[in-house]
């Protein structure tokens, strides 16, 4: 497959081509890489957790770890309401605290509420991303959006009200997302990101605590015909890495 991207843009099209693989790290190998074309950059891999869903729900809540298995507990007895499905009033709750988020934080996502309709609107409907919100008092305190692919879930946005911070909603919501999706008969439960290097730690270990197994994609890999135009593309986009962009 990469011998194939090479040969079509960069060896036709001429392009300058930057790769992904979605493979573990490590299942490739620099040589394979460099054979079909590429060369290693910089820029490590996709770094997340995984939870298997194939255990029973009991051992996976046993496996949670001790603190954060206590204040579920807990949390689920003041009990805030919890709505799910992949209707469009849930998807707009999501999509409102989701601004709301990044405004007020002010951080970089390239997951934007502009990006998130548009592909909720080309999903099929059995592949719609299923909104989980939790409400006190008829009022939103939480949400979380996971996708369906193949026999995964992944975690795609998600956040707390200062009120859904003080009743833990983002355990709550965490826990009946993966209930939910365990019966809906999925195997592989995503935490969207989990990076040793680069998550802040207090998130970092939230998701850890849920047991997730944390894993890593091969590295970015890059190829060009050389020429001029290239070496150009290539500085603007490590720039742009260099960025955060």
């Keep these: 497959m990469l011998s194939a991207l090479a040969r079509h843009y960069v060896g036709e099209r001429r392009h300058y081509l930057l790769v992904a693989p979605p493979l573990i790290d490590g299942a490739l190998g620099p040589e394979a890489a460099r054979s079909a074309g590429f060369r290693p950059t910089e820029w490590p891999g996709w770094a997340s957790g995984v939870i298997d869903l194939t255990a029973s729900l009991d051992d996976l809540r ?66 719609k991303m299923v909104s989980f919100v939790a409400f006190e008092d008829a009022l939103p305190i939480g949400w979380t959006l996971f996708a369906r692919y193949a026999s995964t879930a992944e975690y795609i946005v998600g956040g707390v009200t200062e009120t859904g911070r003080r009743r833990d909603a983002n355990r709550v919501l965490l826990w009946r997302a993966l209930a939910a999706m365990k019966d809906a008969g999925v195997r592989t439960f995503d935490m969207g990101g989990m990076d040793d290097a680069n998550t802040p730690p207090g998130i970092y270990d939230f998701k850890r605590a849920m047991g997730a197994a944390p894993y890593r994609l091969e590295g970015e890999l890059e190829a060009d015909s050389g020429r001029l135009l290239d070496r150009l593309v290539r500085h603007r986009v490590r720039a742009a890495r260099a960025r955060g962009a």
């Design 62 to 127: 046993r496996g949670l770890g001790r603190s954060w298995r206590t204040r579920l507990n807990k949390a689920e007895r003041a009990g805030p309401d919890v709505a799910q499905g992949c209707d469009e009033e849930l998807f707009e709750h999501v999509l409102a605290g989701h601004a709301r988020a990044v405004a007020e934080k002010g951080f970089a996502t390239t997951l934007d509420g502009r990006f998130l309709r548009v592909l909720q609107e080309l999903l099929p409907p059995e592949r």
